[in-house]
């Protein structure tokens, strides 16, 4: 595929780690979204609540004329985006979530523009950097949650989905 701007092709790159995320998803049962690896760890449900939680805020921020990550406090500002977030905990709410936030994040940036993603902001730590760069950070803070996913699916007994296309088209 050509992409005619670095926008273009980070939201590329965001879409195939939404849509692996989305596949592990539909892997699990819908009985096992309780499942935590140890009480003091997130549950299935909980973990995908934080992964919309931060890419709402993420959209949030990243697409205002005046971003700013110190606005609040990190669990204010997650709570500012997050609206009743807490209350889907279903596999279908959930999934349904993973895929509409997405297609609205996608129209965000773009009606924002490329322009807009490389202009400086404050970052977290107080450091200069571009929300495009913010936006790749918040695309790799959801490749390692879909990394966590992926072993819990290891530790109820289930093969994850890439590992099971890999494996199929291995021996196709």
Do not use: C
């Amino acid at each position: 595929m050509s992409f005619t701007t670095l926008l273009e092709e980070t939201l590329d790159a965001w879409s195939d780690v939404r849509q692996g995320l989305i596949r592990e998803v539909e892997n699990i049962p819908a009985d096992r979204f309780d499942f935590r690896p140890t009480p003091e760890v997130r549950s299935v449900s909980e973990l995908l609540q934080h992964i919309l939680e931060v890419a709402l805020m993420m959209t949030g921020e990243l697409t205002r004329p005046d971003t700013n990550f110190r606005r609040a406090p990190w669990p204010e500002l997650l709570d500012m985006y997050s609206g009743d977030l807490k209350s889907a905990t279903s596999k279908d709410r959930l999934l349904d979530l993973l895929r509409s936030s997405f297609e609205d994040a996608q129209r965000r940036f773009r009606d924002a523009g490329e322009l807009h993603m490389f202009q400086f902001i404050t970052r977290f730590d107080g450091q200069p950097g571009t929300r495009l760069a913010w936006l790749e950070h918040g695309i790799a803070q959801e490749m390692y949650h879909r990394g966590q996913l992926v072993l819990y699916e290891r530790l109820m007994g289930i093969e994850p989905a890439l590992t099971r296309q890999i494996r199929e088209a291995s021996e196709a």
